[in-house]
C-alpha cells in the first residue's frame, strides 16, 4: 500500500536519471537533488578551469530500483551530468522494500 503510493508519486514528479556501465543501461524517475544538512548545503569552489561543485546529492526511487547491489562509483546521469554512486540503502516498512536512498557525488568534466 505504502510502496504503490511512493512508487507513483516519485513516477509523477521525478526526475530521468540514467544508470550505465559497459554493458547495460536504464534509465529511471527518481527525486534527485543537493543533499541538504542542518544548515544548507555544500557549495562548490573555484579552479582554473571553472567552478566545481562538491556538493552531495540525495536520489530517493523506487525500491524496485534498488541500487545497494550496484558498485560505489556506479555512474548515473541525469540532466546531463554524471554522477558517482557513494553509498545507498533500501528503507522497509516491516518486512516490506517502501523506496531506496543513494548519495551521489559529481563527477569532474563533461558527459
Not at 542542518?38 to 526511487?61: A, P, Q
Amino acid at each position: 500500500m505504502y510502496r504503490d503510493m511512493i512508487d507513483d508519486i516519485i513516477e509523477k514528479n521525478g526526475v530521468s536519471c540514467r544508470f550505465f556501465d559497459d554493458n547495460n543501461e536504464i534509465t529511471v524517475k527518481a527525486f534527485f537533488q543537493p543533499l541538504r544538512y542542518k544548515y544548507g548545503s555544500y557549495s562548490g569552489t573555484c579552479e582554473e578551469e571553472g567552478l566545481y561543485d562538491e556538493r552531495k546529492y540525495l536520489y530517493i526511487g523506487k525500491a524496485e530500483n534498488d541500487l545497494t547491489v550496484l558498485p560505489t562509483g556506479f555512474s548515473m546521469e541525469s540532466g546531463s551530468i554524471l554522477y558517482s554512486l557513494e553509498s545507498a540503502d533500501m528503507y522497509y516498512l516491516g518486512e516490506t522494500a517502501v523506496y531506496c536512498r543513494a548519495v551521489f557525488r559529481r563527477v569532474r568534466g563533461d558527459v
